[in-house]
């Protein structure tokens, strides 16, 4: 989205040439935000607004076209279930954390699950041709592990003979034809080779099986603990729901199925069955309502106690993880204060390891001439002091060749305290800036230093450097 906006047209300034990734992915998604965020970003070019703003831009782009189709969802809960089932809906998915922190993400699971959520609004309301064209848009551009949930919710439609074989397969093959089409003559472009970027991630996944080097789960890990952190009070109530009322049965049945067969893939991520939220959710509404409802009999006032109670812990739990995730992006900060400290106008390059670019450095956040930046993988620690790097942004406290200019903490844990409030979040040194100590220049500037020892603290509320450290750091 960064270079569609600021480097339009000049397809060989763009990132993905010099650091692909491990599989292509399309451009497709990332054109029609960019495209509908670039008024928003030009009055801000206009006005000289810092640049890293623009990432807020797409960001809150993106999450309205997410919370767009799930409003669209809403609509039909209400239709189809009723208002008290459509106030639970949204109370339960306000106050989960994880499916709103997702929706602003620009991934392509994000994309995908804005089509997902279509195909619920139109399998609600009984188009079931636009209920597999939506499908199969996230399944052959976005995401083709939304195969799965297409295989599912199809065999479903065709047991229940809401459609013909026959239609189906014309409605499925006419629209994966032009989705093909459309992908492999945009990407190719992008990518300067002929291409479908989901192919050759189903081929990586699921024919070569490479995606278990990333990491591996238990067969059981979504249900037992992706789904019940996610879902928090919704998790309980969705499996009380598919009992208490028996229209969602239909709906549910092949959501669920879409998980049990994901959990066969060894490396899990929850993101990958994040599509299965919001229909679980309706389910969860439901059985709430339907406590809510029976609240005055003396059988069901437990309950409702009990819910109203599951309802305020996973508001807690929401606030704990938002405070958590407010302080996870160390990396972005540390890039702002290098760029805050130091004014000089000599080049400057900087390396940005892994660490640091998974946790808040974006190219929204890169200053212009003279800072340059290297995000290149595999360099050993021993290996940089050959390097004419300028600064290095590393998890590493001590580098040879390199002095610790200052650190930045990030969120580490949650502690139960005996006072008010109960829980306190610890925070400690996460990314550690360097200064290369072959440029005098660096070294005449005003440092804070970093902190010495492996003792954890946490930083005040003015800013993300760290205190001083008496001692300087061992070169």
């Given at each position: 989205?960064?270079?569609?906006l600021?480097?339009n ?12 990734g ?19 970003v030009?009055?801000?070019?206009l006005f ?7 990432l807020l ?6 999450g ?25 809906y ?29 195909t ?18 996230a ?8 195969i799965?949930l297409?295989?599912t ?15 189906a ?5 006419s629209?994966?034809i ?5 992908t492999?003559?945009v990407?190719?472009?992008?990518w300067?080779?002929i291409?479908w970027p ?5 081929w ?12 591996t789960?238990?067969?059981?890990w979504y ?11 919704a ?24 998980v ?18 919001p229909?679980?959710?309706v ?11 029976n ?13 109203i ?5 996973s ?7 938002f ?68 600064y ?7 580098i ?33 800036a360097?200064?290369n ?39």
């Amino acid at each position: 989205m960064h270079d569609i906006l600021y480097h339009n047209y000049h397809i060989e300034k763009y990132d993905h040439l010099e650091f692909p990734g491990v599989v292509p992915r399309s451009f497709i998604g990332a054109l029609v935000v960019s495209v509908i965020s670039w008024p928003v970003v030009f009055l801000m070019h206009l006005f000289h607004v810092p640049k890293v703003y623009g990432l807020l831009a797409v960001r809150i782009m993106l999450g309205s076209i997410i919370l767009m189709t799930l409003r669209l969802l809403r609509v039909q809960v209400k239709r189809k279930f009723g208002h008290h089932a459509e106030a639970f809906y949204v109370i339960l998915t306000a106050i989960q954390f994880h499916l709103l922190f997702y929706s602003t993400r620009p991934l392509p699971n994000i994309l995908a699950l804005a089509f997902v959520n279509l195909t619920y609004y139109f399998w609600f309301k009984g188009n079931h041709r636009r209920t597999l064209e939506a499908l199969i848009v996230a399944a052959v551009i976005f995401r083709c592990d939304m195969i799965l949930l297409l295989g599912t919710i199809g065999l479903a439609l065709l047991l229940n003979r809401s459609i013909s074989l026959l239609e189906a397969i014309k409605c499925c093959v006419s629209t994966a034809i032009i989705c093909i089409g459309l992908t492999a003559l945009v990407d190719s472009i992008m990518w300067r080779r002929i291409l479908w970027p989901e192919f050759e991630v189903l081929w990586f996944n699921s024919v070569l099986n490479r995606s278990s080097e990333w990491g591996t789960h238990s067969i059981h890990w979504y249900f037992t603990s992706a789904l019940p952190r996610s879902m928090l009070i919704a998790y309980p109530l969705c499996m009380i729901g598919s009992f208490l009322d028996r229209r969602i049965l239909p709906y549910i049945l092949p959501v669920f199925s879409f998980v049990v067969l994901y959990s066969k893939l060894p490396h899990k991520e929850l993101r990958f069955i994040i599509a299965s939220i919001p229909m679980l959710n309706v389910s969860a509404s439901l059985a709430a309502s339907r406590v809510y409802n029976n609240r005055k009999k003396s059988g069901w006032k437990l309950l409702y106690v009990l819910m109203i109670g599951g309802f305020l812990a996973s508001l807690g739990y929401s606030a704990v993880t938002f405070m958590a995730s407010y302080n996870n992006y160390p990396g972005g900060y540390a890039l702002k204060a290098l760029h805050e400290a130091d004014s000089l106008m000599n080049e400057k390059i900087v390396h940005i390891d892994a660490f640091t670019a998974m946790s808040g450095v974006s190219r929204f956040c890169e200053s212009k001439y003279p800072w340059r930046y290297s995000k290149e993988e595999e360099i050993s620690i021993e290996e940089y002091q050959e390097r004419n790097f300028t600064y290095l942004l590393n998890e590493h406290r001590h580098i040879s060749g390199y002095k610790c200019l200052f650190a930045v903490d990030g969120f580490s844990r949650a502690k139960i305290q005996p006072r008010i409030p109960p829980l306190s979040l610890v925070k400690e040194p996460k990314v550690f800036a360097h200064g290369n100590t072959r440029d005098p220049d660096i070294l005449s500037l005003n440092w804070p230093g970093c902190p010495c020892g492996e003792d954890t603290h946490q930083i005040s509320a003015t800013g993300p450097l760290t205190a001083n450290c008496e001692d300087a750091q061992p070169v």
